[in-house]
């Protein structure tokens, strides 16, 4: 017995280590076949991973448009208002968490492609700290600053008040809204673009029901749009973290038990930080943008927030394309293939701006029908129409500067969209527009500004790509 025991105990050893071996070899094959975008045909698995993107931002956008219409026809272009002056100041607080999301899935793709477990667990496991820390404080600094922020830009009375109601309900819900967004972030570094639309598509439907019943049903005004949005985006939030949880295997990840690795945060920071003030600076820009819109007084500013929703449905196409070829960058970039990394860059601007151009010229030619969906107002709805029209070669000229961006992020490369966004989109941007508007007291000169500089952000982003700069970055990868 004595001799036969360590034979009996070697074998079981064997035994258990095949069966985990054969249990990690499952999960690789499960992740090569569902999620590994470093093998196959470019093109299918460009569209295969970007239509649930461009299918959940355009969910995404219809329940902001519910929200709008709903407000616009039964509140008034006052409350339309509040929230087109709401969105710059939220997004400028909210740049710099974005940041977080973006290092994540740059992390989290990259070491996905390399196969690097060990770091792609920490990846995860930091993100969800940093997002729980990052909401948090997110939350306290927008419920001191927002009404400060709102005297600042000159907001009209009959609109301050609706805003300030609707800020203070949005910041209260921050932390668990977070969650969808790095959640989703972190899930589509990995392949999966798939479930999070599905999320989505279910808190797009709850929030529709819920904007009806508070609005509608209950009058409870504009109070009503932002308890409907916090509910909706906070189930959402915690959907995703429960699935992620039970569904560690299916990724091979496993962060039960790990104590979160901070050198991994601050990777994640450095990579995040300059995209997190690209989001702040541009929203600066809006800012001080609104501030020149609010001077025209409550049928501009509600033309504007009209064209703001109609624009994220224009920007849908690249947007979409951007978040892909970030994941299918890092994961190549990581497996170390620079010729299908650049061939993918290629065929994701041929596609984007092919459905760029389609959704534009919609736009262009029945702008006035699409504005007549959210108000009756025919001051407003001709004054969007305008806009509209103003903005239609702006949408086609950005779309490299959005892939681009996307692109370059994909190995860490967060700096060069920085520099683009503050020179273009803050500097010249508003100095040209409030150069015109002061010459000719014309405010579709400032849309007319807009277009101008997405050109020369496009340009700048394109030339930096072209000469290579960005592949510098690919040394420090995994």
């Known amino acids: 017995m004595p001799e036969t025991a360590p034979i009996f105990t070697n074998h079981l050893k064997q035994k258990r280590s095949q069966t985990k071996s054969s249990e990690r070899t499952s999960v690789q094959l499960t992740r090569n076949r569902q999620a590994d975008m470093t093998e196959g045909n470019i093109i299918h698995q460009l569209l295969v991973f970007c239509w649930p993107l461009l299918v959940g931002n355009v969910f995404q956008q219809l329940y902001n448009t519910v929200n709008a219409i709903l407000l616009g026809n039964y509140i008034g272009s006052d409350a339309l208002a509040a929230i087109g002056v709401f969105n710059p100041i939220n ?284 108000t009756n107002d025919l001051a407003v709805v001709q004054s969007g129409k305008l806009i509209l029209r103003t903005l239609s070669a702006g949408y086609i000229l950005v779309n490299a500067y959005t892939v681009l961006s996307g692109a370059v992020r994909g190995v860490g490369d967060t700096v060069a969209p920085l520099l683009a966004s503050f020179i273009c989109n803050v500097i010249i941007r508003v100095s040209l527009a409030y150069f015109l508007v002061k010459m000719t007291g014309n405010y579709q000169l400032i849309f007319v500004s807009i277009s101008f500089s997405w050109a020369l952000a496009s340009a700048f982003l394109w030339i930096y790509y072209k000469k290579g700069f960005w592949q510098k970055k690919i040394r420090g990868i995994i």
């Open 91 to 374: 997004n400028l607080l909210l740049g710099l968490f974005s940041g977080i999301s973006t290092g994540a899935t740059v992390l989290v793709s990259q070491s996905y492609g390399a196969k690097n477990s060990e770091k792609l667990n920490q990846s995860v496991l930091v993100a969800i700290w940093m997002t729980i820390l990052g909401g948090i404080f997110i939350s306290i600094v927008g419920e001191t600053v927002m009404n400060p922020l709102l005297r600042m830009i000159g907001t009209p009375a009959e609109v301050f008040t609706y805003a300030a109601e609707y800020s203070r309900i949005m910041f209260f819900g921050l932390v668990t809204m977070f969650f969808y967004n790095i959640l989703s972030g972190i899930l589509r570094g990995m392949g999966d673009s798939v479930i999070p639309l599905l999320f989505l598509i279910f808190s797009n439907i709850l929030n529709v029901g819920l904007l009806y019943f508070f609005i509608v049903i209950l009058g409870t005004g504009i109070k009503g749009a932002a308890y409907g949005t916090v509910i909706s985006e906070t189930t959402a939030g915690i959907l995703t973290f429960i699935y992620l949880l039970r569904s560690q295997e299916k990724y091979g990840i496993s962060i039960k038990g790990l104590k979160p690795d901070w050198q991994i945060g601050k990777q994640m920071i450095n990579i995040g930080l300059p995209a997190g003030l690209q989001t702040s600076i541009f929203s600066v820009g809006f800012l001080l943008q609104q501030n020149l819109i609010n001077s025209f007084g409550p049928t501009v500013i509600a033309a504007y927030a009209v064209v703001t929703r109609i624009d994220q449905f224009a920007m849908l196409p690249m947007n979409s394309f951007a978040v892909g070829i970030t994941a299918f960058v890092g994961q190549n970039t990581g497996a170390r293939k620079m010729n299908r990394t650049i061939e993918g860059i290629k065929q994701t601007l041929i596609l984007s701006q092919s459905l760029t151009i389609a959704l534009v010229s919609i736009l262009f030619f029945f702008g006035a029908n699409v504005m007549a969906l959210f």
